[in-house]
């Protein structure tokens, strides 16, 4: 099969158990060759942030170990950085590493939301906002696939938890799906154009998402226009045959042997469409067509060993800073007690098949050394990283932490807590490490400077008051040591901002009442209430929000614009929004500046904001830049499921400019212009509804009016408010009204609906 072959043709030339054998991989990592076609099998590989290849001779499944590759920050960790560009960069540098070891597919992005922190997978994902995390992947897929290395964004669709994950049924109504759940694989799709998308494990309402044609047919290739590739999560095909019927093109490890014969036996009766099968294996061929255009390249691995810690340092958030204790500055006479086996043995990763093998690992305590020359640092463990309670190592430490001058210590779950396949229970610290963390607060607080390494949040609350300095370095790679220090010491000045709010206590979360499920059903009972805009609605207060992060600088902000042009009716509506921001301290830092929007009246159930845009500035001490977002009728939607439809209501929307989304430092309100689609009228409309529209209201009033005075209902009003709420249809029944099963009809045709 050379470029530019006819792919439909040369599936047409196959028998329909070669075609099956296409749509099944060769082995757990490989497609099939098909050596009549010249057709050689493609390598896929883990994901998402670095390449987890088994060796050549190990076994197939990877857990023994895989080839090393750079380990950068997990997705945690990269999306607090909101910098669409240093995404890309760390897309091109795993696109440069799957080249060098032959792989054609890389098994990310993970863009699911996160609904609830205690999501075991949580660090592989981006965000609980939609916005973030479909730009950040899109501008990480772009980077990867510049490379000529496919990716697999997954796990579409809904697979937000791991707690019964190959069975779970995700029950969410559907406007949530288009608000929250889908956006991100919808702009990754239309606007990054991923090889493929990588099916979820889990039902969507009840049908596995590895045959929801709905999900792989209706919308992925006919709303979205994808025209990649649909491949299964590793074991997610429940029915082989209805999986190819609803589009999904490959699956994942083959069960070679019963899949391939159940496919083929489904043709031949006719079962399944030989079309389908036919789709199905042209895709195949179109991404192995796609993948040859890779060629091989070399690694430096230094310099993807000095991005992955760039990268680490952009993420971390640095969540408070009483008193400027940070950064530290060297100096002879300072001393800085380092405490925490985590800073001896740093956790960069979680477990599951994310885990790569890295090529090297900065451990923080000797960076931290070497980027304080002149000073004394000191180190005890504290606490066994997985260890109970452990007084001679706390009382160590609380010795060491005495005699400094500042003391900066280590936090974060033991290997194997975040992981794929289970869900944490709490979002506690280790008690251990709770205690000692209360300790060394009540004992040195304005001293102490927390440093938490977690792939999600963890709770704070208990003795953040009391300390001067808390950050969030999240899992962020085998850089992550360097990075802590640079940050640590002021050579990096943090820009990072948390993708996900920080709660106070777990049960405060909006999804708490409705996680993990129970009975095989998970239902989504919070709604589009989810992060953020369920602790705003709510108006519940959090540790830390969402979009927080300060700096060693400070930011002004100035000149909020708003201009509208064109219309919702037209569908030109466009909303340009510009300010000014300005670094107003005395050290070069960078700004994420956010945009929020909100609808504070509205037919349906709206979250206060939402994020709409951001974009982060480099900016130079007393530089300004002047920052534009445009914004379009979408952008201030919701969808209804009744129009099945983007639906913008007019009326006065908020727009904010801020640093996060609790400190909003400029807005205004603007009018909208607009009109409501209207429904089609049928017998299931209320009288009200009826009544109120301006066609068919005048249709009801001349049907019920006698000798030009109100007859029937009309001749009632003191009824309407006790029977408006009535579908036309149902009041048929009541005499009197002189609403008939004809009238009925006869309305409903004229008014374009059934009765
Ligand atoms: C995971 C996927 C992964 C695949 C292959 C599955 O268990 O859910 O994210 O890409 O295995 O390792």
Redesign the pocket.
Known sequence: MAAGDDLSAAVGSLADDRKAALCLGSDFWHTAPIPELGVEPLRLS??PHGL?TPPDRGDHV?LSGSVPATCFPTAAALAASWDRELLREVGVALGVEARAQDVAVL??P?INIKRSPLCGRNF?YFSEDPHLAGRLAAALVQGLQSQQVGA?V??FAANNQETDRLRISADVDERTLREIYLPAFEYVVTTARPWTV?CA?NKVNGVPASQHRWLLHDLLRGEWGFDGLVVS???AVHDPVAAVAAGLDLQ?PPDLGSADRAITAAVSSGRLPRSALDAAATRVLALVQRARRRRPAAVDRRAHHELARRAAAAGIVLLKNDGGLLPLADAPGLSVAVIGELARTPQIQGA???QVNPTEVDVPLQELGAALPSAQVSFAAGYQLGGGPDPALAGEALRIAADADVVVVFLGLPPGAES?GYDRGDLDLPAVQADLVRQLARAAGTRLVVVLCTGAAVVTTGWDRQAAAVLECWLAGQGAGAALARVLTGAVNPSGRLAETIPRRLADCPSFLNFPGEQGHVRYGEGVFVGYRGYDAAGRPVAYPFGHGLSYTRFGYRDLRVAQSGSADAGDLAVAVTCTVTNLGQRAGSEVVQLYVGDPVASVARPPRELKGFTKLHLQPGEQRAVRFDLTARDLSFWSPAHQRWVLEPGEFRVAVGASSRDLRLQRRIAVRGQVPSLPLTGASTLAEWLADPVGGAALRAALTADGRPAGVLARPELLPVIGSFPLLRLTAFPGLGITRQLVEQLSAGAGGEA
């Open positions: 883990d994901g987890r990877g098994l990310g993970g592989e697999s997954k796990h990588m494990y999560d590793w074991g994942m599951g098949s994310s794929e």
